[in-house]
């Protein structure tokens, strides 16, 4: 199946899913990261800023601050690449390009993401035998995962039934470590 294709069907399965469920799903999938100890260890977490039916993370970026992480959120370049800012607080973000939540603070670079010790990305579905990850087609997080050195946990947010088999991969495609679900988190590489 190509990527169109699949983007399609799982966001159209996505659209089916309640503000209920969401909630239910960013719950599970907030304690399932917050139960490791690699994730509590962190000092600084690239995360993301949700929108739509994404996995939620507004309560994730909330609570690892609160913990005491730096947390950095993209902000998307106009060549689609993803800069990053310090999210200093939930009074701390305006719009940005799609309308998606920005941090307004100074912009650290596209290297920011290097120095992260846990990374936590998006994608619409994760190869559970390869860890190849499904984004929304602009090529954003495979540039920022290609910075993330060896060692650094990257881990997929996922709603159930978005780990699948075959997700299709070009070159260029990063994989992620992790997968979390509601249901489970799994290591992949
Ligand atoms: N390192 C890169 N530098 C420049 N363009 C890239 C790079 N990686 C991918 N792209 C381009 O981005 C476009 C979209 O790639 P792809 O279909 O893999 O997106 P995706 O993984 O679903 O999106 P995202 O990474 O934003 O979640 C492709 O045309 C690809 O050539
Ligand atoms: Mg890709």
Redesign the pocket.
């Known amino acids: 199946m190509d990527?169109m294709k699949l983007r399609r069907e799982l966001l159209a399965a996505r659209g089916f899913l309640s503000p209920e469920q969401l909630r239910v799903n960013a719950a599970k999938v907030r304690e399932t990261l917050l139960d490791q100890p690699w994730a509590q260890m962190a000092g600084l977490v690239a995360c993301y800023w949700s929108t739509g039916a994404e996995p939620e993370t507004h309560g994730l970026v909330f609570a690892l601050w609160k913990h005491g992480a730096t947390v950095i959120l993209p902000v998307l370049r106009e060549d689609d690449d993803l800069d990053w800012a310090v999210y200093d607080g939930p009074d701390t973000l305006a719009p940005g390009r799609f309308g998606i939540m920005e941090p307004v603070d100074t912009r650290r670079g596209v290297d920011a993401i290097r120095t992260a010790a846990l990374v936590i990305v998006p994608a619409l579905a994760v190869d559970r035998k390869s860890g190849v990850?499904?984004?929304?087609?602009?090529?954003?997080?495979?540039?920022a995962l290609?910075r993330v050195g060896p060692n650094v946990p990257t881990v997929a947010l996922l709603h159930d039934g978005e780990l699948i088999d075959d997700v299709p991969a070009?070159p260029?495609?990063q994989r992620v470590r992790w997968a979390v679900t509601p249901r489970e988190l799994t290591r992949l590489m």
């Open positions: 990527k990850r499904l984004g929304r087609g602009g090529g954003s997080y495979d540039r290609a070009e260029h495609d």
